[in-house]
């Protein structure tokens, strides 16, 4: 229920959001109409477009984005014409005409029952095309939904929360339209001008059109941080994640005194559904029966599983012999992560020589109804999860839960002490989180935001993109460019990524070129050379290879967390650019 109510509040906030305002000229322009007939069936034409375009997008990928694309030029159309018709009467009288024809051919009754009729379709046909341009409307609450569903597959939770979000945000266009229709009654009561009102929005029905046609609604609206609702979207989400968060990690007693405060949060489900298993022969929650186990959630460019890994490899190195075992599930962000060449290459090279399942159909990530990179849960020797902690942090913590699990277990001579780990690299511990103002920030047009190439993404072709000047946590690209849904991808040798940001540590997840040809880059940091601020992957000079598909370490500031324009400049086509992180 609480994420029922989270995925509401978020449509409510869609009201606010900028991308939103090229589709109020719609709603108030029906404003002067009854509700009951006119902007109800409106709104619930928009609402359930929306949750039926959203859940399209959930199920089948990139066919839905296909879909949704066609629709919206269908709905731009449509929305065009029904300026029009506000704009000059006599065409909107024929323009309505089959339409209220037909309504009277069903209603087959009163003239005031054809009458409904007549209103609530075109209302309803107006929602429907509404909805389809909305869709792409939706901040990070709905980006949880939709990667909720393709993780864990489409359910009856995640119909449910898609519902909620629409059913927001129909409520705060509700709450518009009815005030919006007082605001109207009033002017053409005191002014008498209600034809010229009706033109006006017909103009400005058009204008939202040639936004909407131009990308702006989705490029230049979104960006705006004024009236943006990501923010507050994703505070409710940073909310209801730390209370989890503090929630399950929170151990103030030392561990002979733990025992009680340990409850049972559930039994260890299924570890069948890995499609193959490092380091070991496939393992069962049976076979680990008399264990104490921990079960580490991960994925090989993930910077805050990486920063958390010399602590997990130290627990298995430390407490192998007292009766622990350490399953390392690797659960995929990005496609390449599926590639089991990759992972393998990935665990050799990070020395991982615990067991790792490899999740690549997130049967076990279902399982465990885990939603976090990483997630560690705390498993005792009857097969029970007695603790779990989400993301970095609280190492010394979840270490005492080990030592409980393993006394518990009956093993006497259990170290009473931590260990000491410091990190090489990307896995170095972050620097102090609250000197850190840049959010992870994605490359794909699926999950982006505060992109601000002039004229916004255009998706899945090649596209020239010019040169911009980032405000703080906005980027841009440079030169020809294919955006897909999870990544950018150069087709040109030149182009450049710009990105203004504050923090101490600037990573990037690359790849080279799709026929594995390594790809040259040089990094600068406010126009010069990095010096001594560059990364592992870079030299003094910022340059570097992409060799393969991982995290590179471009920037480690050596006066820590400071706000500098980065942009990295590619010598060879094909590189791939998926997401940014920072520490």
Not at 518 to 537: N, S, Y
Not at 573 to 582: D, H, I, N, R
Request: glycine share 10%; hydrophobic share 45%.
């Amino acid at each position: 229920m609480l994420l029922v109510l989270l995925a509401y509040l978020g449509g409510v906030l869609t009201i606010v959001s900028p991308c939103i305002l090229p589709v109020l000229p719609f709603v108030f322009a029906r404003a002067d109409r009854p509700f009951l007939r006119s902007g109800l069936p409106m709104l619930v034409g928009m609402a359930l477009t929306f949750a039926l375009v959203a859940t399209l997008a959930a199920v089948a990928g990139g066919w839905a984005v296909a879909a949704n694309h066609y629709g919206r030029l269908a709905a731009v159309a449509l929305l065009a014409l029904f300026g029009l018709a506000l704009l000059f009467p006599g065409f909107g009288d024929r323009l309505m005409r089959p339409l209220v024809t037909l309504g009277g051919r069903l209603s087959q009754s009163a003239d005031q029952q054809g009458e409904g009729v007549s209103a609530i379709l075109p209302s309803l046909l107006l929602g429907i095309a509404t909805g389809l341009l909305w869709a792409p409307c939706a901040g990070p609450v709905l980006g949880l939904i939709l990667t909720g569903a393709a993780l864990q597959g489409a359910n009856v939770q995640t119909t449910l929360l898609l519902i909620a979000y629409a059913a927001g945000a129909a409520t705060s266009l509700a709450l518009a339209l009815l005030i919006g229709g007082r605001v109207f009654a009033a002017m053409k009561r005191s002014l008498g001008v209600g034809e010229w009102v009706r033109r006006g929005l017909g103009a400005a029905v058009l204008v939202a059109v040639v936004a909407i046609a131009l990308g702006l609604d989705t490029g230049f609206l979104t960006n705006l941080s004024l009236a943006s609702t990501n923010r507050l979207e994703q505070g409710l989400l940073d909310r209801l994640h730390g209370q989890q968060t503090k929630q399950a990690s929170t151990n103030p007693a030392p561990a002979a005194q733990q025992a009680e405060t340990l409850p049972v949060e559930g039994m260890l489900p299924s570890l069948d559904g890995a499609v193959e298993w490092l380091n070991s022969p496939p393992l069962s929650a049976e076979a680990l029966k008399g264990k104490v186990v921990l079960v580490d959630f991960w994925t090989y460019s993930c910077i805050n599983c990486l920063r958390s890994l010399p602590y997990v490899k130290a627990w298995a190195d430390k407490y192998r012999d007292q009766g622990l075992v350490v399953i390392g599930v690797h659960a995929p962000e990005f496609a390449f992560e599926k590639n089991i060449d990759n992972v393998k290459k990935a665990v050799a090279d990070l020395k991982v020589d615990y067991l790792v399942a490899i999740d690549n159909d997130y049967a076990i990530w279902r399982a465990f109804n885990n939603q976090y990179w990483p997630a560690h849960y705390f498993i005792d020797a009857k097969g029970r999860i007695r603790h779990h902690h989400f993301g970095e942090g609280e190492y010394d913590e979840s270490e005492r839960v080990i030592q409980q699990l393993l006394a518990e277990a009956g093993h006497s001579q259990v170290s009473s002490d931590v260990v000491k780990v410091t990190g090489i690299g990307a896995q170095q511990a972050s620097a102090d989180l609250n000197a850190v103002e840049s959010p992870e920030t994605y490359l794909g047009y699926e999950r982006a935001e505060n992109f601000i190439s002039p004229g916004g993404f255009v998706r899945d072709a090649s596209h020239s993109y010019a040169d911009a000047s980032p405000q703080l946590n906005q980027w841009a690209l440079k030169g020809d460019w294919t955006v897909s849904d999870e990544r950018a991808t150069l087709n040109a040798a030149d182009g450049a990524i710009v990105y203004r940001f504050k923090a101490r540590d600037l990573h990037l997840v690359l790849g080279p070129s799709s026929d594995g040809k390594p790809v040259r880059f040089h990094v600068t940091i406010d126009g010069a050379a990095p010096g001594a601020d560059h990364g592992m992957d870079v030299d003094d000079n910022g340059d570097g290879t992409i060799t393969g598909q991982r995290l590179y370490q471009l920037v480690r500031q050596s006066g820590g967390a400071r706000e500098r324009v980065f942009e990295i400049r590619f010598l060879d086509p094909g590189a791939q650019a998926y997401a940014f992180t920072f520490g």
